[in-house]
């Protein structure tokens, strides 16, 4: 017999107020400062990271052609939290117990450099032939990737219940929806294979995002626990943190990619040749630093708020915001670059949001039953 039906029959009010209870004991478990940052990296991510995908297309739209120079755009912003990160240690009562970090740690945010630098070049490969409407829908499968990841990776933090498994397959169902709608939105001069192409690479670029994701909260699992924190997780008080993971992972995709712009691109160069004939955004050279500099710092905001979700919450609840985005960049990209908008794309968009949806009210519905289980003195995890 499922647990439900031996439950009386409530009222609404009831309900309402036993939500509200829940709500009001989450909200009490945690300071004030733990909320205004996580609403402050949240709303970074919703703002920032469709801004940064705008900007992606508008590139390309303006007369640049180099997926390098785009990747490398995204990481030439790394000063940007480093500057925010002086501050940070201004307000600290001595030097900081997380850096310079351990010979160890160095080599894991190498590693995460290397794959935000690849998962960088794979965004700009899907956005120089697809229209940012349908990059954004793909890019919803991230969730799933994020879930799955955090569950193999992080497994405390991330659970995986039968509303998250629900969300995976309707989203799924979304991505292959718009794959069969493949023929009308292609823009001119893009071939089948071009169009095949970015949306394969759309697809790996979400699951290496989700992967990015899990490997940072692992990061801050034992960096935090190696550093002595009392609890071996998240806390407002060392919010720097987010601050110092960025600084090094940024520059080290930034060394990463810059490299690769001069081995395998068409070198610094082509930044002089690609400016003189820019259309967006301005008149030349103008118009081309402004799209590329704000690049910069939307996409260093955008991941500012990431890393921040998951350092706060978990790598899921990153991966849920992520596809919340979908919408607001799908819109944006209608009304400003005039993509198609087929009924194909508005079904796709419309499942996306019921599988973000679906996972919201299986998500509530799991912390009440496990706030009610929970002892009085339980910790409590956003999830």
């Not at 829940?22 to 990271?49: D, E, H, I, N, Q």
């Not at 080599?107 to 120089?128: E, H, I, K, V």
């Not at 001069?189 to 095949?196: E, I, L, N």
Request: proline residues 4%; aromatic residues 10%.
């Amino acid at each position: 017999m499922e647990e439900d039906s031996a439950e009386p029959n409530v009222s609404l009010r009831e309900k309402a107020s036993k939500i509200i209870s829940v709500s009001t004991a989450a909200y009490r478990s945690k300071p004030g400062s733990f909320w205004a940052l996580l609403v402050l990296s949240a709303g970074a991510m919703l703002t920032a990271f469709p801004a940064s995908s705008l900007l992606s297309r508008l590139y390309y739209n303006g007369g640049g052609q180099s997926k390098w120079i785009l990747s490398w755009s995204a990481v030439a912003g790394w000063p940007i939290p480093a500057l925010l990160l002086l501050p940070c240690y201004l307000l600290l009562d001595g030097a900081s117990p997380t850096w310079p970090p351990p010979p160890r740690l160095c080599l894991w945010y190498a590693l995460l450099g290397l794959l935000s630098a690849a998962d960088n070049l794979m965004y700009a490969w899907a956005y120089a032939y697809l229209p940012a409407s349908t990059a954004s829908l793909v890019a919803a499968s991230s969730l799933a990737f994020s879930a799955v990841f955090g569950r193999l990776i992080v497994q405390e933090k991330n659970r995986m219940g039968l509303s998250t498994v629900n969300a995976i397959v309707v989203i799924t169902a979304g991505v292959v929806i718009v794959a069969l709608d493949s023929g009308s939105d292609r823009y001119p001069g893009v071939t089948g294979k071009q169009y095949a192409l970015g949306f394969v690479l759309d697809v790996a670029g979400s699951a290496l995002h989700g992967l990015i994701f899990a490997l940072s909260e692992l990061a801050f699992v034992t960096h935090l626990a190696a550093a002595g924190s009392n609890d071996g997780g998240a806390s407002s008080s060392r919010f720097h943190v987010v601050l110092e993971q960025q600084v090094a992972v940024s520059l080290s995709a930034f060394a990463f990619t810059s490299a690769g712009l001069a081995a395998f691109g068409e070198g610094f160069g082509a930044m002089r040749r690609e400016a003189a004939v820019f259309s967006a955004g301005g008149v030349g050279k103008a118009g081309y630093a402004m799209v590329l500099g704000w690049s910069a710092a939307t996409f260093q905001l955008g991941v500012l708020g990431a890393t921040g979700v998951v350092y706060l919450g978990s790598t899921v609840l990153a991966g849920v915001l992520n596809a919340v985005r979908v919408p607001v960049t799908s819109v944006a990209a209608v009304i400003w670059f005039h993509d198609p908008m087929s009924g194909f794309k508005i079904l796709s968009l419309v499942i996306t949001v019921w599988g973000f949806g679906s996972y919201m009210v299986g998500h509530s519905r799991a912390a009440k039953k496990t706030s009610r289980d929970r002892p009085p003195s339980g910790r409590q995890t956003i999830s």
